[in-house]
Nanobody, 123 residues
Framework: QVQLVESGGGLVQVGGSLRLSCAAS????????MGWFRQAPGKEREIVAA????????YYADFVKGRFTISRDNAKNTAYLQMNSLKPEDTAVYYC????????????????WGQGTQVTVSS
């Protein structure tokens, strides 16, 4: 079992930045591919970014390319999502997740989920 806890969400103005953290416990995070997802009210959960076990490969959804950066520190059992140039449409609950499939963009291939952290971008 892996327990994931997100932090770092909040209210930010358009163009601002936030850094989300995802702290893992229970098992070593280096055994899992990690992903960040988001879900806005009335919408389906969607992939934002994913990272391989070692951090050597990453994936970004088109709508965050060039603005968000996913990273991980396996020694600290923590994954991160640096979000810059935030837009109102980035407002959502952001979730981190761990996958035994390694790096994947599919919601159903993630085994463990955090509780989510709210990000609100005001215009």
């Amino acid at each position: 079992q892996v327990q994931l806890v997100e932090s770092g969400g909040g209210l930010v103005q358009v163009g601002g930045s936030l850094r989300l953290s995802c702290a893992a416990s229970g098992r070593t995070l280096s055994d899992y591919g990690m992903g960040w997802f988001r879900q806005a009210p009335g919408k389906e959960r969607e992939i934002v970014a994913a990272i391989s076990l070692s951090g050597g490969r990453t994936y970004y959804a088109d709508f965050v390319k060039g603005r968000f950066t996913i990273s991980r520190d396996n020694a600290k059992n923590t994954a991160y999502l640096q979000m810059n140039s935030l837009k109102p449409e980035d407002t959502a609950v952001y979730y981190c997740a761990a996958s035994a499939y390694r790096m994947t963009t599919m919601v159903r291939e993630y085994d463990y989920w955090g509780q989510g952290t709210q990000v609100t971008v005001s215009s």
